[in-house]
């Protein structure tokens, strides 16, 4: 890195569904942080499906938009990449030294890893404390994350006259948002959901830590299409159904039943999640908290029906807990909450931090 250059960089989250651009100034000392410049732009749903960049000029000109008529003067982003490209598996090892760590890391993981490893740019991360599996064992987080993937994405970047600093990864993104904004008042035992619109990714904290993380291949998008399906509706009118604006010649009954199916479905998944973590982790200790972060934590009934499957509070995460939205920001944003999450844990990374 060049000196003198500043670390800070713009969080840029490129969702499904629209891109979201939030940059921060530190105010000093246990303050906290100030928005500087935030942006939340539809795209098209061709632009990006399922975590494919399928019109690579749409997310150019989009993104070139938002850099323009924000004024955004850093061109320096740290962006994150979505369950569908990423694999976060907690391994566990006999315990090794360093050097040992960095020869076999690439060997153990092709044992966790489904995608062909020549193909993947592998991160990993060595757990402090004790492992999950005893004396004499370790436990490593390992990420994979597909080159080819890691390439569109930064290209896209690139090619808008950006340069992509640091590649994250959606959820842990979210976590520092969490972390950032929670501090001292961290749940212990939660789940942390991003509920997008192609993905939802959770992960689970122990005593305030992450200990697992799983992508499920259900979002938003999901509950567009079955409605769509089921009412034989446009994507249009099913999009708005689910917001319950009222949409001619459909009940508000029909769509809060075919609603709470797919929420159904979603918890299902989300149980199933937490039940894997408890036998793997050997504990009984139920979830505290759930915090929703994502478009998908307006879905109407969904906040009420995790509360019941797990009897625990189920909140928004706030990203702005901490983080001051000024005034000039806060009558064009009183509706960004959650979907924001990512991009302020993603502002709130710097040039060669780990
Ligand atoms: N008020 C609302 N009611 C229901 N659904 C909503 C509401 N607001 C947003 N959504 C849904 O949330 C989803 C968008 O959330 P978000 O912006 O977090 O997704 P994304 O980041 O673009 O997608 P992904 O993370 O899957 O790449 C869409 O499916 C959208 O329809
Ligand atoms: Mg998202």
């Known amino acids: 890195m060049q000196f003198g250059r500043s670390k800070d960089l713009v969080g840029l989250d490129i969702g499904d569904s629209s891109i ?15 928005v500087q410049s935030m942006a939340h732009e539809p795209l098209p749903p061709e632009a990006i499906v ?11 000109d989009t993104l070139q938009r938002i850099w323009s008529q924000r004024r955004i003067k850093n061109k320096r982003v740290a962006t994150g990449l979505s369950g569908h490209s990423v694999i976060i598996r907690r391994i566990n090892l006999p315990a090794m030294g360093e050097q040992e760590l960095a020869e076999q890391i690439r060997w153990e993981a092709e044992q966790y890893i489904p995608f062909n490893i020549q193909e993947v740019s592998l991160d990993y991360h060595v757990l402090e404390g004790s492992s999950l599996a005893g004396e004499g064992n370790m436990d490593v987080i390992l990420v994979a994350a597909r080159k080819e993937k890691i390439d569109d994405y930064t290209s896209v970047i690139s ?11 959606g959820t ?37 830590v992450s200990v697992f993380w799983r992508d499920i291949q259900i979002g938003g998008n999901q509950y567009t ?53 408890k036998a793997f982790a050997g504990t009984e200790t139920p979830l505290q908290a759930i915090l929703l972060t994502g478009g998908g934590a307006r879905l109407p009934g969904l906040q009420d029906a995790l509360g019941k499957q797990f009897g625990v ?14 005034s000039r920001l806060e009558g064009q944003f009183a509706e960004t909450g959650p979907e924001t999450a990512v991009a302020v844990g993603l502002a709130l990374r710097k040039a060669g931090d780990r």
């Open 20 to 34: 979201k651009v939030v940059e921060l100034k530190e105010l000093g000392r246990g303050r906290g942080w100030e």
């Open 50 to 60: 399922d975590g494919a960049i399928m019109d690579a000029g749409l997310v150019v």
């Open 159 to 169: 090619q808008a006259g950006l340069e992509p600093v640091v590649v994250d990864v």
């Open 172 to 208: 842990f993104a979210a976590l520092n948002c969490l972390e950032a904004n929670y501090a001292a008042e961290m749940p212990g035992h939660a789940a942390l959901i991003d509920i997008g619109a192609s993905v939802t990714s959770i992960a689970i904290l122990q005593n305030g």
């Open 225 to 277: 299409a079955t409605l769509q399906r089921e009412l034989n509706l446009s994507r249009e009118q099913a999009d708005a159904a689910k917001r319950m604006e009222t949409v001619e010649g459909v009940s508000m009954e029909q769509v809060a039943t075919i609603l709470a199916s797919v929420n159904d479905d979603l918890c299902h998944e989300i149980h199933r999640t937490v039940d894997f973590v």
């Open 313 to 326: 509070r189920v909140d928004m995460l706030d990203p702005f807990r901490k983080v001051r939205l000024p």
